[in-house]
């Protein structure tokens, strides 16, 4: 990705001109209509590293990002999720923006080190990372294919967070270097969406990741519920978890490609 003439910061928080996606519900041909990308993203190179301890108070932001800041402790432990991104060592990447030698010293708002976003994966089971799969298995309480899946299948959470205005450039080879870091055998992977409605036209949907669009359109199940504090300004916030076959990756890999040349 090109550099942009002078480092910017990150904008965490969506505009009304958001990155994202959106599709409605009334009308899927507009679907291939929709852009991933939006004029207001930031073009900045970007590298990827193994995360690190110094790494956790961004990805506890990313998870609060996804889950809520509010979510109970006793419910999700995003400390101890972090803690095991970082740990495990076996998968998944933090993004950043590397020093440009030609920026000035003395430029004390801007941190080259800035983690920008991370993709990565959590293996869980009803005995490994169990808080995740209780978490699960309460979202899911009324979709018995949902229950189904996480009580017999091998199954680990996609975690796919950056801040608002970073390209969707960067999932493309970030997944495709998860698939080849992942080496246990998965069945499905469970994306944790983030959505907003407009409050004045219901049937449409952001997709905050629009790449996340694309996991939608080939999941076999999905569940919505509204976060706490959901409601801001003239937006609706929602999350919706889809489940994702891993024999569908290769397709939705060739999507996400297909549309980001668009």
Not at 159 to 168: C, F, G, K
Request: with cysteine.
């Amino acid at each position: 990705m090109p550099r942009s003439s002078k480092k910017r910061k990150p904008n965490p928080e969506p505009e009304p001109s958001s990155s994202s996606s959106s599709s409605s519900d009334n009308d899927n041909d507009n679907n291939s209509e929709d852009e991933i990308n939006s004029s207001e993203n930031i073009q900045i190179d970007l590298e990827a590293r193994s995360p690190n301890e110094t790494d956790q108070s961004a990805i506890l932001y990313f998870l609060e990002q996804s889950f809520g800041n509010s979510i109970k402790k006793s419910v999700l432990d995003l400390n101890l999720l972090a803690n095991q991104l970082i740990t495990q060592q076996s998968c998944g990447s933090v993004f950043y923006q590397p020093l440009d030698e030609n920026e000035e010293d003395d430029d004390d708002d801007d941190d080259e080190s800035l983690v920008l976003g991370i993709c990565s994966f959590l293996r869980f089971n009803q005995q490994q990372n169990k808080q995740i799969y209780t978490w699960l298995m309460d979202k899911c309480s009324e979709k018995n294919q949902a229950k189904t899946i996480l009580q017999s299948s091998t199954c680990g959470l996609f975690i796919n967070e950056r801040y608002m205005n970073i390209p969707a450039d960067i999932s493309l080879p970030a997944i495709r270097t998860l698939r080849e870091e992942i080496s246990d055998q998965i069945d499905y992977w469970i994306i944790h969406v983030k959505l907003r409605l407009d409050k004045n036209d219901s049937n449409t949907i952001y997709y905050i990741n629009g790449e996340e669009e694309i996991f939608d359109q080939h999941s076999i199940v999905s569940i919505d519920y509204q976060p706490v504090q959901s409601n801001s300004n003239d937006w609706i916030q929602k999350r919706r978890i889809l489940f994702v076959s891993t024999n569908k990756l290769d397709q939705i890999c060739s999507d996400i490609e297909q549309k980001l040349k668009q």
